[in-house]
């Protein structure tokens, strides 16, 4: 209850900060996208960890709220990169189960392209396997009016859950973020034949496949080699203050 009531406040009092991690293309070495990454500054516990808050926040509803806070969050600072030149990117928002499903989440990331006067192509929404799988039946027509607004649509977490393959080739779909626990599973074959396997199944239905949590050369090589589309991770970068987003722009990694 307490985290709960503190929650209320860190919206109310600025305690909450975005990051944004960089995804590498693969072939080019250009950040081509960034995740944003809520952080909670606490006043006496310091950092807490969207790992440790976020599932009070989808407990309680306040995701709901946090995450409208977040889509302006990342309005704001678009609107900062623009006037610095920098529009070639798209910014990946995490959709919680709860937010997807709201029936009014359509409604609500229309109403926030249209505040933001955002080109809706630079927006990715990261969906969970979970998410879109319980009751997938349903969830294209939701999914339909999602891509129909022109933004990308990636399976956050992909591998954790029980993917209908049947539904993943109906839905309107762009990118597969294939989990990070595979990619740190590296170090053994069956941890590198999920991953490639995981591609695979990417490039089969023409979509983007995206490795997280890349920690190592060896990790990297490999995907390199097997042809994964996008590349994050602490290898690369680790979540940045927005003011620290133009050098990753223009770095090549
Ligand atoms: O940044 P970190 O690795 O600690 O994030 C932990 C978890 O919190 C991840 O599962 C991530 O998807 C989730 N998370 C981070 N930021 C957000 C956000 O803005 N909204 C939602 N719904 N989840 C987030
Ligand atoms: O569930 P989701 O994919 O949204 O969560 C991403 C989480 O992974 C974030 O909390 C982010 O901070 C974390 N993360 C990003 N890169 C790395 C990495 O290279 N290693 C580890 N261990 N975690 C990472
Ligand atoms: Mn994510
Ligand atoms: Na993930």
């Known amino acids: ?32 996208s960034l995740e944003a990454l809520v952080r909670w500054k606490h006043p006496r516990r310091g950092m807490i960890s969207p790992g440790d808050f976020i599932p009070v926040a989808e ?15 990342v309005a704001r600072h678009c609107t900062y990169w623009d006037t610095l030149g920098l529009d070639h990117f798209r910014v990946c928002v995490n959709i919680s189960p709860l937010q997807f499903n709201q029936p009014e989440l359509t409604r609500t990331i229309r109403d926030f392209l249209d505040r933001s006067g955002l080109d809706p192509r630079r927006i990715e929404l ?5 998410a879109i799988m319980t009751d997938a039946r349903a969830n294209i027509e939701k999914l339909k009016e999602l891509a129909a607004l022109g933004l990308d649509l990636a399976v956050d977490d992909f591998g954790t859950g029980y ?50 949590g890349i920690e190592t050369q060896e990790q990297l ?9 996008l590349l994050q991770g602490y290898y690369f970068a680790r979540p940045l203050y927005p003011e620290d987003v133009p050098e990753a722009l223009r770095r090549n990694y």
């Not at 740190?184 to 490039?203: E, F, H, Q, T, Y």
């Open 163 to 212: 993917s209908s393959l049947s539904y993943l080739k109906r839905f309107p779909i762009t990118t597969l973020k294939i989990d990070q626990s595979f990619v740190a599973d590296m170090s053994s074959a069956d941890g590198v034949a999920i991953v490639d396997a995981i591609i695979v199944l990417a490039k089969t239905l023409n979509l983007r496949s995206i490795a997280e």
């Open 221 to 229: 090589r490999h995907l390199v080699q097997n042809k994964c589309d």
């Open 1 to 32: 209850l307490k985290l709960e009531e503190d929650l209320r406040e860190a919206m109310r009092q600025n305690q909450l900060e975005l990051r944004y991690q960089p995804q590498v293309d693969a072939r080019t070495g250009a950040v081509v």
């Open 126 to 130: 990261e969906l969970t396997e979970s």
């Open 59 to 73: 407990r309680t509803g306040q995701i709901i709220e946090l995450g409208e806070w977040v889509m302006s969050e």
